[in-house]
T-cell receptor, first 116, second 110 residues
Framework: ETGVTQTPRHLVMGMTNKKSLKCEQH?????MYWYKQSAKKPLELMFV???????ENNSVPSRFSPECPNSSHLFLHLHTLQPEDSALYLC???????????????FGPGTRLLVL | QKEVEQDPGPLSVPEGAIVSLNCTYS??????FMWYRQYSRKGPELLMY????GNKEDGRFTAQVDKSSKYISLFIRDSQPSDSATYLC??????????FGKGTRLSVIA
């Protein structure tokens, strides 16, 4: 396992449910990321937090709501999702998000989400 | 044209073969290049990281960057069934986030 943990590992939810994904990093990093990985598509960056401040929102629908209470924890709150939102959601962390080698990212194992 | 192109495969090779995985990119501003390995149902794991043109070796893995051709490669020598995974290239330009290729799915057959 890496220094980035994610819970739950699997989640099945209905379109009217509200759930949250949790990510925790034990690497002393300052930047955290949410990605969506769907079959046969590149990793899609969703959100970036650097020193607890959101620095990137990649045109993500408002049914996905991130929260970063501190540099070690990142949440993704989900509500009224659609079946096409079913995917692997990956969290990553890096030293910071200023580009260059300090942005080398380390990933968690992901949460596999199925929306029915 | 996509910023980063990577053949998704699948690529199937016999055990012991030399594997060559490649990505091309369109923007010469990319400066830092990475290869990640992703096993089924796991998150990507950083394998190699390079900055300059040339080769970087780590055990059975060699990462090669040709900035003039905008082409990067990952070679795996003496491939093993445990190397079966999806390999993603990734690169950084300036202070923008990592850009990933689609990944190449590799199967090494015993």
């Amino acid at each position: 396992e890496t220094g980035v943990t994610q819970t739950p590992r699997h989640l099945v939810m209905g379109m009217t449910n509200k759930k949250s994904l949790k990510c925790e990093q034990h690497l002393g990093h300052n930047a955290m990321y949410w990605y969506k990985q769907s079959a046969k598509k590149p990793l899609e960056l969703m959100f970036v937090y650097n020193f607890k401040e959101q620095t990137e929102n990649n045109s993500v629908p408002s049914r996905f709501s991130p929260e970063c209470p501190n540099s070690s924890h990142l949440f993704l709150h989900l509500h009224t999702l659609q079946p096409e939102d079913s995917a692997l959601y990956l969290c990553a962390s890096s030293q910071d998000s200023g580009g260059g080698p300090r942005e080398t990212q380390y990933f968690g194992p992901g949460t596999r989400l199925l929306v029915l | 044209q996509k910023e980063v192109e990577q053949d998704p495969g699948p690529l199937s090779v016999p055990e012991g073969a030399i594997v060559s995985l490649n990505c091309t990119y369109s923007n010469s501003a990319f400066q830092y290049f990475m290869w990640y390995r992703q096993y089924s149902r796991k998150g990507p794991e950083l394998l190699m990281y390079t900055y300059s043109s040339g080769n970087k070796e780590d055990g059975r893995f060699t990462a090669q960057v040709d900035k003039s051709s905008k082409y990067i490669s990952l070679f795996i020598r003496d491939s093993q069934p445990s190397d079966s995974a999806t390999y993603l290239c990734a690169m950084i330009k300036g202070n923008t986030p990592l850009v990933f290729g689609k990944g190449t799915r590799l199967s090494v057959i015993a």
